[in-house]
């Protein structure tokens, strides 16, 4: 059956659109399970309908005219159960209904199981078969099986707006949609209103846009440079491994080669540029049509040619896109969209363009949305059922409290949505007269307020809130918009600039935390389990020349100011640190030995990672302050990837065993007398603040965006109080009831209002 069921999905896969894939699907599925009829259905929600867009035994004249209800049915019936539902005589189920036309009266047995994709109910798969017989479990299993494998397939095609290809299918065509309506993870507080400015990934064929060609003659010369650059490329491989590999696999790099041919791959793109399309389109139809070619073929070694087909195509892209540096056009008002936007893409965007973001990918607690976070940028992650391309140079209202992003909307949801703006900024008006208050309780308690910074460009922001100085500097922003690793100088001047903007506030520069999610396009890391691999303090003890340089430029821009201290990011033993720091005192002595009148700064630990909770002391014995980095330690303590979509409702940092984790933390730092911060989201949500301040912590630092309600949140409490709702609050076992005590009292205590702004 696993065999049957590769070989169904690679059929399906290799289709060239999925109209073809589901007729695939439905045949295949037929023949293996000898049934009478097999049948999809999809679900068309702007009219609550299910529509028949594949079959085999029912009367194919109506693929795309059968529209059902979807509370109606049979149909209906699997879709509210999210469940299958097998009969024998499904013309005696109450709930049959006959769709005139469809040929169904002939057939008894009836087994329909729902697709779902991440919760979501997407169409159902049926077979029917004329005499009356009740499908075994087997049979069962295997239609629950294909559904699960069609899923995916159907909500990536809907993403990329291809439900529109289906015959009389009415999936929203955004041009013709006024309110146009998309969800999404609530991500970044705020209202955005724009324009959508779509970005692609780089070196991925699959992500290619189509688009016509505006100069043909233009494009077909790019291509041919790009696969002339290609061939110097191999040809160079080939001559730099010919000695050291075995002569059939060196034989590999002939075989692109003559795949390169202009007479053959190089032709076939050209006449397709000559159609009408621009190169990188054309590229990708050839390349595709190949390897579905190759990998319909039943030879396992001429199957295998297709991953040459897609590698090749891959490199030239690479070129073609180096010498097509689409200069993406942003407008004033950017709201920016993508399947998976980077910090390099945020990064891109001109200074004071981008008003919100939308990704199909990702979850709240994904690098790029905490980098949005921090510049204050309406965010909504994994976006589902948006078609990406379709958005561009749409107006849209991305709406962060709630995760809803509007497509071209009308002018009353858009003076609505001003309205909330305008609120919005009369609040912040009024928080931000609080700039020059110390940030202390009623019963003179004070914590200070610190910022995270990402990107240099949101200093002015951070001291206009007030902030006492960053709590975390993300370093790796500006190792991301380069094209190789920044020299000591470039990065003294990033690094001065940003200490002399906030001296003599101290500013915490994180060293180099890559891996995980955030890779550099120049060192790229493939890894199976990123986030489990090669990350942060592991990457640059293993390239010491990379971790020295940064240590030599930081130290050299703290010259004179004295507010820089060096923070090492996922760490978890003390092996590491002990490394780390033997690192950072060798680039020290070297500076001083050549004259460089430079002092040792303070230098501190994330905590992270589970085992850094169980040795904080011996961390907080090594070095001059903790700081708990909660973002990761939520992932890593929860097991929730903090950048999956899928797994996103389970990230929560008020789940118990974190609360017990911080309390644990900051016991184990004031033991050692040491400070500890706290850098991680939480510190930035109002609502989780008062539990950090009864716990201890000696500074909180967030994105400048919400220190100011944070201060008015703790200059509205007493350290008391805060102390009694801990103690309340670590008796419980479940993250809800614990939120819902929190905002409970807040309200009681008259911060309702507050509580409603983070989540409006
Ligand atoms: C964290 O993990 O909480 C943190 C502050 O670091 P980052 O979000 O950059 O991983
Ligand atoms: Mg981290």
């Not at 703290?558 to 060798?586: C, F, H, T, W, Y």
Request: glycine letters at 6%; aromatic letters at 6%.
């Amino acid at each position: 059956m696993l065999k049957t069921l590769r070989r169904i999905v690679q059929e399906v896969n290799a289709a060239p659109d999925l109209k073809q894939a589901l007729q695939i699907m439905v045949r295949r599925v037929r023949r293996t399970l000898l049934t009478d009829a097999c049948s999809i259905y999809l679900i068309d929600s702007r009219r609550a309908e299910f529509i028949l867009v594949a079959t085999e035994g029912l009367n194919k004249k109506l693929i795309g005219k059968v529209r059902l209800n979807i509370s109606k049915g049979l149909l209906g019936l699997v879709g509210r159960r999210e469940e299958p539902i097998n009969l024998s005589n499904a013309r005696l189920h109450p709930a049959f209904y006959f769709y005139p036309g469809a040929g169904e009266d002939e057939y008894s047995a009836f087994l329909g199981v729902p697709i779902i994709h991440r919760r979501r109910l997407l169409g159902i798969l049926t077979i029917q078969q004329r005499e009356e017989r009740r499908f075994d479990q087997a049979e069962e299993a295997f239609l629950v099986t294909i559904a699960t494998q069609l899923a995916p397939v159907i909500s990536e095609a809907e993403s990329q707006g291809a439900l529109t290809d289906l015959t009389g299918f009415s999936q929203p065509e955004l041009s013709e949609l006024e309110d146009a309506n998309i969800s999404g993870i609530p991500s970044v507080s705020g209202i955005g209103i724009g324009i959508a400015v779509v970005v692609y990934p780089p070196a991925d064929l699959n992500a290619v846009p189509d688009r016509y060609a505006e100069d043909i003659e233009q494009e077909i010369l790019s291509f041919e440079h790009a696969l002339l650059a290609t061939r110097n490329e191999i040809t160079h491989l080939s001559l730099r491994l010919k000695d050291s590999l075995p002569k059939e696999e060196a034989s590999i790099f002939d075989v692109y080669l003559r795949m390169l041919d202009s007479q053959s791959l190089g032709a076939e793109v050209i006449s397709k540029i000559r159609e009408g399309l621009w190169a990188q389109s054309a590229l990708r139809q050839v390349i595709k049509k190949h390897v579905q070619h190759f990998e319909s073929l039943e030879d396992e070694y001429l199957r295998e040619r297709a991953i040459d087909f897609k590698d090749l195509g891959r490199r030239v892209l690479v070129y073609l896109q180096a010498e097509q540096t689409d200069a993406v056009e942003y407008a004033e008002k950017t709201i920016l969209v993508g399947e998976e936007i980077t910090a390099a893409d945020l990064a891109k965007v001109p200074e004071g363009c981008l008003v919100g973001m939308v990704s199909a990918g990702g979850s709240s607690s994904s690098h790029v949305a905490i980098l949005a976070k921090a510049l204050g940028v309406p965010t909504v992650m994994g976006a589902t059922g948006m078609s990406i391309g379709q958005l561009a140079g749409k107006s849209v209202i991305v709406d962060g409290y709630y995760g809803q992003v509007y497509v071209s909307p009308t002018q009353q949801l858009l003076t609505e949505f001003a309205q909330i703006v305008a609120e919005e900024q009369q609040l912040n008006t009024k928080l931000i007269e609080l700039r020059n208050k110390p940030a202390e309780t009623i019963d003179g308690h004070r914590v200070s307020l610190l910022v995270n910074m990402g990107l240099a460009v949101d200093a002015s922001l951070s001291l206009s809130v007030g902030a006492e100085g960053v709590g975390l500097y993300r370093t790796e922003v500006p190792f991301m918009v380069r094209d190789c690793f920044p020299t000591e100088d470039e990065q003294y001047v990033v690094y001065r600039q940003l200490l002399q903007a906030f001296a003599p506030r101290p500013v915490i520069m994180r060293t180099l935390d890559i891996g995980g999610d955030k890779s550099l396009p120049y060192f790229p890391v493939e890894e199976a389990n990123p986030f489990l691999g090669w990350r942060g303090i592991r990457v640059t003890l293993d390239h010491p020349e990379v971790f020295l340089v940064q240590i030599r430029a930081m130290l050299r821009a703290n010259q004179e100011l004295n507010n820089l201290k060096i923070m090492l990011p996922m760490v978890s033993g003390v092996g590491e640190l002990d490394e780390a720091l033997l690192l950072i005192r060798q680039a020290y002595q070297e500076l001083t030995e050549e004259n460089e009148s430079i002092s040792y700064p303070q230098i501190g630990v994330m905590i992270e990672v589970p085992s850094a909770v169980y040795q904080a002391k011996d961390f907080a014995k090594r070095v001059d302050f903790l700081s708990i980095g909660s973002n990761d330690l939520t992932q890593y303590l929860l097991a929730v990837d903090r950048n999956n979509t899928r797994v996103a409702g389970l990230y929560d940092p008020l789940h118990p065993a974190l609360l017990q984790a911080l309390n644990q933390v900051v016991v184990a730092g004031h033991s050692e007398n040491k400070p500890i911060g706290i850098c991680g989201e939480m510190a930035s949500d109002p609502i989780t603040v008062i539990l950090l301040l009864a716990m201890g912590f000696d500074s909180l630092s967030m994105n400048s965006k919400s220190l100011p309600k944070v201060k008015w949140v703790i200059r509205n409490f007493t350290l008391e109080h805060a102390k009694r709702l801990l103690a309340e609050v670590l008796q419980m076992d479940d993250p809800n009831l614990i939120r819902f005590h929190l905002e409970k009292f807040l309200t009681e205590a008259g911060l309702g209002n507050i509580i409603r702004a983070v989540k409006r």
